[in-house]
């Protein structure tokens, strides 16, 4: 929606408002619905959760290349929400139950190249549908694509289960909430998604009827922001899995480096308002 967002506003005619309020919608659902899918993915397999999320979001996307005016866009939205909340809940469940922890670096690190290139890949592409074909395309192909992601999906996780609860100890949810570090990694999260969506949803448009760049500047300046995350997803996680396997501290390398990302990707924002040419 950040990409198609220039002429998606144009031609339903929302206000800044009315976007703003159907990108927002995505979040209604998302950020309190992650308790439930969490408590899900404890107690059911994870890998059927994780198809039928993908396939809701498909579903959405696909529709949303549909709509004729602001009402159907919130509820779409909504919808896509509440299928795309299974992803981080069910990738940190399989992690945990499949890769030893001085491996957990480099498998986030994966995960984590698959946010970032994802968006620059769809980007990318989704930038030249835009120009070329409208803003419609863009929905309809994406929600198609991630249809068919569900075939090969099936072919590899079958005969796969999570284990069932009753293997597991159970932790009750009063001794988790009060862990300092549960805290300090959800605020952690909490400022680096407020930055990724920031690129993710906002940028486009600010790029686009603020400072007057073409659409293809545009994609090319977010395909550049979601590449560079991806390269930097990977050596982090490679040095971090390097630090562990010598026996330092975990949490410290971490921790550190989520800090100095923080700063960084502050400055980074600060720096756009300001900037005052392309390069």
Same mark, same amino acid.
């Given at each position: 929606?950040?990409?198609?967002?220039?002429?998606?506003?144009?031609?339903?005619?929302?206000?800044?408002?009315?976007?703003?309020?159907?990108?927002?919608?995505?979040?209604?659902?998302?950020?309190?619905?992650?308790?439930?899918?969490?408590?899900?993915?404890?107690?059911?397999? &994870?890998?059927?959760?994780? +198809?039928? #999320?993908? !396939?809701?979001?498909?579903? @959405?996307?696909? $529709?949303?290349?549909?709509?004729? =005016?602001?009402?159907?866009?919130?509820?779409?939205?909504?919808?896509?929400?509440?299928?795309?909340?299974?992803?981080?809940?069910?990738?940190?469940?399989?992690?945990?139950?499949?890769?030893?922890?001085?491996?957990?670096?480099?498998?986030?690190?994966? &995960?984590?190249?698959?946010? +970032?290139? #994802?968006? !620059?890949?769809?980007?990318? @592409?989704?930038? $030249?549908?835009?120009?070329?074909? =409208?803003?419609?395309?863009?929905?309809?192909?994406?929600?198609?694509?991630?249809?068919?992601?569900?075939?090969?999906?099936?072919?590899?996780?079958?005969?796969?289960?999570?284990?069932?609860?009753?293997?597991?100890?159970?932790?009750?949810?009063?001794?988790?909430?009060?862990?300092?570090?549960l805290w300090s990694m959800s605020i952690a999260h909490f400022?680096?998604?407020?930055?990724?969506?920031?690129?993710?949803?906002?940028?486009?448009?600010?790029?686009?009827?603020?400072?007057?760049?073409?659409?293809?500047?545009m994609t090319l300046l977010a395909t550049l922001a979601f590449?560079?995350?991806?390269?930097?997803?990977?050596?982090?996680?490679?040095?971090?899995?390097?630090?562990?396997?010598?026996?330092?501290?975990?949490?410290?390398?971490?921790?550190?480096?989520?800090?100095?990302?923080?700063?960084?990707?502050a400055a980074a924002i600060l720096g756009i308002f300001y900037?005052?040419?392309?390069?």
């Amino acid at each position: 929606i950040g990409v198609a967002a220039p002429l998606l506003k144009r031609e339903l005619g929302l206000t800044a408002t009315e976007f703003g309020v159907a990108v927002s919608a995505f979040f209604w659902v998302y950020g309190p619905i992650q308790l439930v899918v969490g408590w899900l993915c404890d107690r059911f397999s &994870v890998y059927r959760l994780l +198809a039928w #999320g993908v !396939a809701m979001w498909a579903a @959405a996307t696909l $529709l949303s290349g549909f709509v004729g =005016g602001f009402p159907c866009l919130p509820v779409l939205r909504l919808m896509l929400g509440n299928g795309e909340s299974i992803a981080f809940p069910a990738s940190s469940k399989i992690i945990a139950e499949q890769v030893p922890p001085e491996g957990r670096g480099m498998a986030n690190a994966a &995960v984590s190249m698959g946010i +970032a290139l #994802g968006p !620059a890949v769809g980007t990318l @592409a989704g930038g $030249l549908i835009l120009a070329s074909y =409208g803003w419609r395309p863009v929905f309809v192909v994406f929600g198609l694509l991630t249809l068919i992601w569900l075939l090969p999906w099936q072919k590899v996780t079958q005969g796969l289960a999570s284990a069932s609860a009753a293997e597991r100890p159970r932790v009750p949810i009063g001794l988790l909430i009060r862990r300092w570090p549960l805290w300090s990694m959800s605020i952690a999260h909490f400022a680096s998604n407020y930055g990724f969506y920031f690129v993710l949803r906002w940028l486009p448009v600010y790029l686009v009827d603020q400072r007057g760049v073409t659409i293809t500047q545009m994609t090319l300046l977010a395909t550049l922001a979601f590449a560079a995350q991806g390269v930097a997803a990977f050596a982090l996680g490679a040095i971090s899995d390097r630090w562990t396997r010598s026996g330092k501290s975990e949490d410290f390398i971490r921790r550190w480096m989520m800090i100095a990302a923080q700063f960084l990707q502050a400055a980074a924002i600060l720096g756009i308002f300001y900037a005052d040419s392309i390069p």
